[in-house]
């Protein structure tokens, strides 16, 4: 049974930085890829970043190239989300996933996930 919790949101300024994490109960987190989407009030969930279970291999949406980065410990069952001059337009509900299969390569398929996290909210205020 794999469980996710998200942390790390909160309110910041346009051009600041949050540092996301999501924290992994459960066996084998070091088998399967992680992935990060939000949504905002109103819209459908979007990808943001995704990892391959070692870490070597990451994919981001186009939104967020140079932005933000995708890592992994995989000694302390976590995957972060960093996130560098932040926009208003990045303000939304931030969730963390499990990829459905191991060995897998990072996508932006939603149906390639599982084992949603709560969420943690980011505010950037203008």
């Known amino acids: 049974q794999v469980q996710l919790v998200e942390s790390g949101g909160g309110l910041v300024q346009a051009g600041g930085s949050l540092r996301l994490s999501c924290a992994a109960s459960?066996?084998?987190?070091?088998?399967?890829?992680m992935g990060w989407f939000h949504q905002a009030p109103g819209k459908e969930r979007e990808f943001v970043a995704a990892i391959s279970s070692s870490g070597a291999y990451r994919y981001y949406a186009d939104s967020v190239k140079g932005r933000f980065t995708i890592s992994r410990d995989n000694a302390k069952n976590t995957v972060y989300l960093q996130m560098n001059s932040l926009k208003p337009e990045d303000t939304a509900v931030y969730y963390c996933?499990?990829?459905?299969?191991?060995?897998?390569?990072?996508?932006?398929?939603?149906?390639?996930?599982?084992?949603w996290g709560q969420g943690t909210q980011v505010t950037v205020s203008s």
């Open positions: 459960g066996r084998t987190f070091s088998s399967y890829g």
């Open positions: 996933a499990r990829s459905v299969y191991s060995s897998w390569y990072p996508s932006s398929d939603p149906t390639e996930f599982a084992s």
